[in-house]
C-alpha cells in the first residue's frame, strides 16, 4: 500500500502513548467499551418498553438489568477514556496552543447542538403558551423556591469563575475551594428541584400526565435538570483532578471546558425562569 | 512512526482511533446498510408490479417504504459521506487525524447498534409477532398516525435514530473542529480544498438540525409511553411535529447532498484537466445553501392549512435556494468547456451527478411554488423529484468518490470493466425508474399506496424494470469493491491517477506534494 506508507512519515503525534492495548499507537479498547455502554442504555430502555407492553415477550427485569449494567459499563469506557487521555502523564502531556484550542471550540459547537435540543421543547411551549392562557389550573410557579433557586445557580456561575481565576492565578487553595462550593451550590440547586416536584406531585397533584402546561414545565425542567447534573459530573471530575495535584495557570483547559457547559446550563436556567416560570403567571387572560 | 501492530485484526479493528481506519469502517458499515435498504426498495418495487395487492398485504408494504427510506438516509448515505470525509479530509487539511480520535470511534461505534436497534422490527416480520413489527408510518413518522400506532415498532425505531444523531452530532462536532481548528498552518481559509468546505457547512448543519430532531423524537415517544401532550391535538398538535421535523429533515436534505456536491467539485476538475471554474462562487453557494437550509422547511407543508403568508415566505427562500445550486451547476458546467476531458469511471458518475441534479433541481422548482405543490403534493411527482437527488446525485457522487478514493483506500485498483458496468447500468436505471414516477404523479397517483388503477401499470413495470437494473448494477459494484480490495491490481504509484499530468495533485494522494 505505497500510497497510505507515504503518509507514516507525516509526522503523527499519537493521542496518547499509553493506553490499553499498550504501545499499538493510535489505538484504544475505551471509546468501544464506551459506545456499547451507551448503545447499551438504549437497548436496556427498548427492552423495558417492550415488556412493559405485557406481551409476555421478555421477563420484565430484563430491561432495566441491561440498563443498569450499561451504565456501569459506560462508566468504566469514561473512566479509563478520561484516565489515559487526559489524566496520566498530565505534566508531560502535549498542551500545544491547537490541541486546547480544539477542546475549546469542541465545546463551542456541542454547546450549539445543546441549543437546538433545547430549542425543540421550547418551540413547544411557544406553541401552547400562544394559545388560550392559562390551559389549565397552574401550579403555584413562582414561590421562594424557584428565587431561591435561581439566586443559588447564578451565584454558582461566579463561584466557579472565581475557582477559574484562582487557578489562572496558580492560587490553588482558592481553586480548590470555589470549585466544592460551586459543587455544593449545585448540589443544593438539584435538590431543591427535586423538593418542588415532590411539592407539586405529591401535595398539588400536578404530574407529567396533569396537561398540557404539565408536559411543558417538566420536559423543560427535567431536560433542564438532566444538564445540571451532567454539569455537576463534569466539575466533579475536575475537582478530583484538582484535589490530585492537577491543573495550573498553563493547564487547565478542562477547567475551561467545563465552566462554559456550566455557565451554558446557568444561562439556560435564567431564560427558562423568564419565560416558563414568568411568563406562565404573567400575561395570562386568566392570571 | 513505529508501531507494534495489535495481535489479532480484530482487535485492530475494534480499537482504532486513525481516522483512516474509522473511515474505512464507516464507509463498509454504510455500503451494508445501503444493500439493506435497497432490498427494502426492492420489496416496495415488487408489490407494484401488479395493480393490487399481490405479494406482501398493505401493512408489509407501509413498513418496507417506512425502513427503506430511514435505513437509506440515516445509515448509507449519511455514514459513507462522513466515511469519505474521516479518511480523506484530515490529509487534505494536513491534520495529524481529526481533532478528537477518540470521540471520532466512539461515534462510528454507536452506529451498528443504532441500525440493529432501529431494524428490529425485522425479528417481529419474521417471526411473525405482531408487536415488534416494524412502523408503518413513512420515515416523517407524523403523528397522530404515529402516537396511535400499536405495539413498539415506532418505539425502537425512535429509540434507533436517537442513537444514531448522537453519533453523527459527535462527528460533526469533529469534523468542525478538524477543519476549523487543527489544520496545518500552511492551509489558509483561502485555500482550503472544496470538499473539506462542504463538509464544514454539512457539519454545521447538523449539529443544529440534528437535535432538533432528537428532542422531537423523544417527545414523541414520551408522547406514546408516559402520555404527554407534546403532539396531541391539544398539546402542540401535529402540526408542531411537522415543524420541528422539517427544520431537521430540510437542512437534513442538504446535509446529505453537500459532501456529494464537494466530491463532484473534487474530482470533476481533475478530470477536465481545469481548476474549478469560479472556485470562490462554489464555496460561497455553498455556504449560502447552509444558510437557507434553515429557512425553507414548510414547504414541506404548504398542503396543511398554515397561515397563507408564511407559506409565501417559505416559498420565497425556497425558490432562491435554488439560485447557489445553480451556480454550482453552471460551474460544474463550466469547468468542463475546453477541458481535456478523461471519461474515468469517478468521471462518469460525476457528470452524470450533475445531469441527474438538473433534473432532480427543476422538478423541485417546480414543487416549491405553492400553486403548483397543491396539485403535486403526496404523489409520486415528490417521490421522482427526491429520488433523482437521493439517488441519481447523491449517490452518484458518493460513488465517484469512492471509485476516484479506492486505490487510496485499499491500494489496489477496482475492475475497471465491472466498474464502467456498473456506471452504465446505474446511469440507465436512474431515468428508467424514476421518469415514470414523474408521470404518474403528474396524473395525480399518490404516493404510500400499495395498490393502484390498473390504468398505471405500464408505467410502474418501467419503473419496477429500473430499479431491478438499478439493483443488478449495485451487485456488480459490491462484487467489484469486495473482490479488488483483496485482489485487485495493486497500486504502485502515489499518483494513480496521474493528477501531476495537469499539476492538479491534492494532498490526499502523498504528503508533501504540492497542494492546489
Keep these: 500500500m505505497s500510497t497510505q506508507e507515504s503518509h507514516e512519515d507525516h509526522g503523527h503525534h499519537l493521542?496518547?502513548?499509553?493506553?490499553?492495548?499498550?504501545?499499538f499507537g493510535e489505538a484504544s479498547w475505551w471509546p468501544f467499551v464506551t459506545a456499547i455502554g451507551g448503545a447499551g442504555l438504549y437497548v436496556g430502555a427498548a427492552l423495558y418498553i417492550i415488556a412493559s407492553g405485557n406481551s409476555g415477550l421478555l421477563p420484565a427485569m430484563a430491561g432495566p438489568a441491561v440498563f443498569v449494567g450499561s451504565v456501569g459499563l459506560f462508566l468504566v469506557g469514561i473512566y479509563g477514556w478520561v484516565y489515559h487521555a487526559f489524566v496520566s502523564h498530565f505534566w508531560s502531556r502535549d498542551t500545544?496552543?491547537?490541541?486546547?484550542?480544539?477542546?475549546?471550540?469542541?465545546?463551542?459547537?456541542?454547546?450549539?447542538?445543546?441549543?437546538?435540543?433545547?430549542?425543540?421543547?421550547?418551540?413547544?411551549?411557544?406553541?401552547?403558551?400562544?394559545?388560550?392562557?392559562?390551559?389549565?389550573?397552574?401550579?403555584?410557579?413562582?414561590?421562594s423556591l424557584v428565587l431561591a433557586n435561581t439566586a443559588l445557580l447564578i451565584a454558582s456561575s461566579f463561584t466557579l469563575h472565581w475557582a477559574h481565576v484562582a487557578i489562572r492565578r496558580e492560587n490553588r487553595r482558592q481553586f480548590i475551594l470555589g470549585l466544592i462550593v460551586t459543587l455544593v451550590l449545585g448540589a443544593v440547586f438539584i435538590a431543591g428541584q427535586v423538593l418542588e416536584y415532590y411539592e407539586f406531585i405529591v401535595n398539588e397533584g400536578f404530574t407529567v400526565t396533569s396537561g398540557i402546561f404539565a408536559s411543558a414545565f417538566f420536559g423543560l425542567t427535567g431536560l433542564h435538570g438532566l444538564h445540571v447534573s451532567l454539569g455537576a459530573v463534569l466539575l466533579g471530575i475536575v475537582l478530583i483532578r484538582a484535589l490530585a495535584g492537577q491543573y495550573s495557570a498553563d493547564r487547565h483547559v478542562s477547567v475551561s471546558t467545563a465552566s462554559m457547559y456550566w455557565h451554558f446550563v446557568d444561562i439556560v436556567w435564567i431564560f427558562l425562569v423568564v419565560v416558563l416560570y414568568a411568563g406562565a403567571v404573567v400575561g395570562g387572560t386568566g392570571a | 512512526m513505529t508501531q507494534t501492530k495489535p495481535s489479532t485484526p480484530v482487535v485492530r479493528w475494534l480499537t482504532t482511533l486513525d481516522?483512516?481506519?474509522?473511515?474505512?469502517?464507516?464507509?463498509?458499515?454504510?455500503?451494508?446498510?445501503?444493500?439493506?435498504?435497497?432490498?427494502?426498495?426492492m420489496a416496495v418495487r415488487t408489490e407494484l408490479l401488479s395493480p393490487g395487492l399481490a405479494v406482501w398485504d398493505a401493512a408489509t408494504y407501509n413498513a418496507f417504504?417506512?425502513?427503506?427510506?430511514?435505513?437509506?438516509?440515516?445509515?448509507?448515505?449519511?455514514?459513507?459521506?462522513?466515511?469519505?470525509?474521516?479518511?480523506?479530509?484530515?490529509?487534505?487539511?494536513?491534520?495529524?487525524?481529526?481533532?478528537?480520535?477518540?470521540?471520532?470511534?466512539?461515534?462510528?461505534?454507536?452506529?451498528?447498534?443504532?441500525?440493529?436497534?432501529?431494524r428490529a422490527g425485522i425479528v417481529g416480520q419474521l417471526l411473525g409477532i405482531p408487536h415488534l413489527a416494524p412502523p408503518t408510518t413513512g420515515w416523517t413518522f407524523y403523528p397522530p398516525l404515529s402516537t396511535q400506532q400499536a405495539g413498539h415498532g415506532v418505539d425502537l425505531v425512535l429509540l434507533g435514530l436517537h442513537l444514531s444523531g448522537v453519533s453523527t452530532i459527535a462527528?460533526?462536532?469533529?469534523?468542525?473542529?478538524?477543519?476549523?481548528?487543527?489544520?496545518?498552518?500552511?492551509?489558509?481559509?483561502?485555500?482550503?480544498?472544496?470538499?473539506?468546505?462542504?463538509?464544514?457547512?454539512?457539519?454545521?448543519?447538523?449539529?443544529?438540525?440534528?437535535?432538533?430532531?432528537?428532542?422531537?423524537?423523544?417527545?414523541?415517544?414520551?408522547?406514546?409511553?408516559?402520555?404527554?401532550?407534546?403532539?396531541?391535538?391539544?398539546?402542540?398538535?401535529?402540526?408542531?411535529?411537522?415543524?420541528?421535523?422539517?427544520?431537521?429533515?430540510?437542512?437534513?436534505?442538504?446535509?446529505?447532498v453537500l459532501p456529494a456536491m464537494g466530491i463532484v467539485s473534487h474530482v470533476l476538475p481533475r478530470f477536465a484537466g481545469r481548476r474549478l471554474f469560479g472556485f470562490r462562487s462554489v464555496v460561497y453557494s455553498t455556504l449560502a445553501i447552509g444558510a437557507l437550509a434553515f429557512g425553507v422547511w414548510a414547504h414541506h407543508m404548504f398542503a396543511t392549512g398554515m397561515d397563507p403568508r408564511l407559506r409565501i415566505s417559505f416559498m420565497a427562500v425556497t425558490l432562491a435556494i435554488a439560485v447557489p445550486s445553480a451556480v454550482k451547476t453552471f460551474n460544474w458546467i463550466a469547468t468542463l468547456w475546453h477541458g481535456a476531458i478523461r471519461l474515468t469511471v469517478p468521471m462518469l458518475f460525476c457528470v452524470a451527478a450533475v445531469g441527474n441534479f438538473v433534473l432532480g433541481g427543476v422538478t423541485g422548482v417546480f414543487l416549491a411554488s405553492i400553486p403548483v405543490d397543491l396539485v403535486l403534493h403526496d404523489t409520486y411527482y415528490v417521490v421522482g423529484h427526491f429520488h433523482f437527488l437521493l439517488v441519481g446525485t447523491i449517490v452518484f457522487g458518493l460513488f465517484a468518490g469512492g471509485y476516484y478514493w479506492f486505490p487510496l483506500l485499499t491500494g489496489r485498483w477496482f475492475d475497471r470493466g465491472l466498474a464502467r458496468a456498473h456506471f452504465y447500468l446505474s446511469a440507465f436505471?436512474?431515468?428508467?425508474?424514476?421518469?415514470?414516477f414523474l408521470l404518474v404523479g403528474m396524473a395525480g397517483l399518490p404516493r404510500r399506496v400499495a395498490a393502484y388503477p390498473p390504468e398505471f401499470a405500464l408505467l410502474h413495470y418501467v419503473a419496477t424494470f429500473g430499479a431491478y437494473v438499478l439493483g443488478v448494477g449495485?451487485?456488480?459494484?459490491?462484487?467489484?469493491?469486495?473482490?479488488?480490495?483483496?485482489?485487485?491490481?495493486?497500486?504502485?504509484?502515489?499518483?494513480?491517477?496521474e493528477l501531476d499530468r495537469t499539476g492538479q495533485r491534492t494532498p490526499?494522494?502523498?504528503?508533501?506534494?504540492?497542494?492546489?
Design chain 2, 429 to 436: 436505471g436512474i431515468p428508467v425508474t424514476f421518469l415514470p
Design chain 1, 96 to 143: 500545544s496552543a491547537n490541541g486546547s484550542l480544539a477542546l475549546k471550540w469542541g465545546m463551542v459547537a456541542f454547546l450549539g447542538s445543546e441549543l437546538a435540543t433545547f430549542g425543540a421543547v421550547f418551540t413547544y411551549y411557544f406553541f401552547i403558551r400562544a394559545g388560550t392562557w392559562p390551559p389549565q389550573e397552574l401550579p403555584h410557579l413562582l414561590g
Design chain 2, 65 to 118: 417504504f417506512t425502513t427503506h427510506g430511514l435505513t437509506m438516509l440515516f445509515f448509507f448515505a449519511t455514514p459513507v459521506a462522513f466515511g469519505l470525509a474521516n479518511y480523506v479530509v484530515p490529509l487534505l487539511v494536513g491534520a495529524d487525524d481529526m481533532a478528537f480520535p477518540r470521540v471520532n470511534a466512539v461515534a462510528f461505534w454507536l452506529l451498528p447498534p443504532a441500525l440493529l436497534l432501529a
Design chain 1, 15 to 23: 493521542p496518547a502513548v499509553e493506553d490499553w492495548p499498550r504501545g
Design chain 2, 171 to 256: 462527528s460533526s462536532v469533529n469534523v468542525v473542529v478538524t477543519i476549523a481548528i487543527a489544520r496545518d498552518e500552511s492551509v489558509s481559509w483561502a485555500s482550503l480544498d472544496m470538499f473539506s468546505w462542504t463538509m464544514l457547512t454539512t457539519a454545521g448543519l447538523v449539529i443544529f438540525a440534528f437535535p432538533v430532531l432528537g428532542s422531537a423524537m423523544l417527545m414523541l415517544l414520551s408522547d406514546r409511553l408516559v402520555g404527554t401532550t407534546f403532539f396531541a391535538v391539544e398539546g402542540g398538535g401535529p402540526m408542531l411535529w411537522q415543524h420541528l421535523f422539517w427544520f431537521f429533515g430540510h437542512p437534513e436534505v442538504y446535509i446529505l
Design chain 2, 474 to 497: 449495485q451487485l456488480l459494484f459490491v462484487w467489484n469493491a469486495l473482490s479488488s480490495a483483496v485482489r485487485g491490481e495493486p497500486v504502485e504509484t502515489t499518483d494513480p491517477w
Design chain 2, 508 to 516: 490526499e494522494w502523498a504528503s508533501g506534494a504540492e497542494t492546489e
Design chain 2, 19 to 41: 481516522h483512516r481506519d474509522i473511515g474505512v469502517l464507516y464507509v463498509v458499515f454504510g455500503a451494508i446498510a445501503g444493500l439493506w435498504g435497497a432490498t427494502d426498495a
